[in-house]
């Protein structure tokens, strides 16, 4: 994630009403959280000791999503859950790339209701658990972000060995492969969440990201990210169009009255724009960076690769239970969402997460397809070749990418539970 200037982005978007913040992809993601509305409930019963598919136009997805629930029960999570105490550290160690939300959700989900909020390291840590079961640990889920001074994740593991497990996205794997490289290890989400959106009202005829280039709509982006270098490169978008001002603020998009498209998330700010920024207040249409051809793995767990050896007896085991935690959070994510709801309101930092948009996170992760099985019946795993493509389009638009790394450096499947699936 590339370091910016908070305390004056934070001034301007309290200006306008709003807090805005970078998430997800080190190399240029974006998500943003509203502070236009109350503050997040403090997690209810949840415990927690306080330590101090192509262009859509996007309306919130339905309520109901049960389309994949009826896996993800009890019986599931015991076939993979056994006591992790002869083989893993204690705490086993977690570093995620943002403050605590819904797409973290597999995380939160291992953690058991005597969880504590340590408020001055922003860290959540309480008894690994599945399915309500003790798995002998301790399970502890750090904050990225402003937590670690903004850096990627790679490269704040080089220079913290406490940390077992670490968020990377294919893209930031290839990009710090020579100073911090990390091999994941488990997928949790099967598609990048992040999008470019437009207004469907001022362009109508827009379907997809190829349409945006073709009709030379100026895109804002964040500076530095990898998605439009590797358009450029295709020939999708023209240089000149694409704009790497954007700073995380809705202000822009709305005063220009969505003239612009502009990066972010779909698990977000499609309910955002609709729902929280008043001064906007209707859909936005938008397309998957993933539909449109750039497939990264977005946020797997991830492990240096000098100690995959050392770990190997505890990954074994680890692995699958974080594949059966995706589907477990999927079919019920109530518990884990109170956990991240109240993590976020304890923090009582610039990012606040309210419990419907973590309601809605999960509900987008469904209908998206963000969350779910890969072209197998396995949820978690990696394809090599869909990997090895985003290396070759980096190398294509001319990213400075190790002459001699593969796909194969990147990922193992060898920790995969193949019965393990939506």
Known sequence: MRTRTWTGLIAVLAAFGLIAAACGDDDGGTETAPTTTAAASSGGDSGGDDDTPAPTTAAAPADDGDEMADDGDDGDAMMVATDLSEVCPSPLVVQTDWFPESEHGAMYELIGDDYIVDVENKIVRGTMVLGGQDLGIEWEVRTGGPAI???AVSQWMATDDSIHLGYGSTDQLVNHWGSAPLMSVVAPLEKNPQMVMWDPATYPDVN???DLGAAGITINVFGGGTFPEVFIAQGMWSRDQVDPSYNGSPARFVAENGAIAQQGFASSEVYTYEHIYEQWGKPV???????????IYSQTIAVRPDELE???SCLEKVVPIIQQAVVDFEAAPERANAIIVDAVERYQDFWVYQPDLAEFS???QRDFGLIGNGPDDIVGNMVESRIQQVI?????AGMDVDPDLTASDLFTNEFIDESIGF
């Open 149 to 151: 001074g903004f850096a």
């Open 208 to 210: 997809g990201l190829a």
């Open 285 to 295: 249409a938008f397309q998957l960076l993933h539909d449109a051809g750039f497939e």
């Open 310 to 312: 050392g770990m190997r």
């Open 362 to 364: 999960v509900q987008a």
């Open 392 to 396: 070759d389009d980096m190398r294509a």
